[in-house]
């Protein structure tokens, strides 16, 4: 059976021109200097618009209680 309303390739290319991957835009954060996305807050230093949004520290130490405690679970 042949397809009778067959796509050619040139059609098949031109949909596909807009499914090219981008690298995403980043700026500079006002505060530490480090790349962002722009409209987020700041991971390294975690200000969005000269305020303080995340508790970096916080998040840091938590982050290393909960790989301690992994890695006591994981020696017994």
Aim: glycine share 6%; net charge positive; aromatic share 2%.
């Amino acid at each position: 059976m042949t397809v009778r309303m067959r796509s050619t390739r040139s059609h098949t290319a031109n949909r596909r021109s807009h499914h090219a991957l981008v690298a995403p835009r980043l700026g500079t954060c006002k505060e530490c200097g480090a790349l962002h996305i722009p409209h987020k807050a700041c991971l390294t230093c975690g200000k969005y618009n000269g305020r303080v949004v995340i508790d970096v520290v916080k998040k840091t130490e938590k982050k290393q209680a909960k790989a301690k405690a992994r890695s006591a679970v994981a020696t017994r």
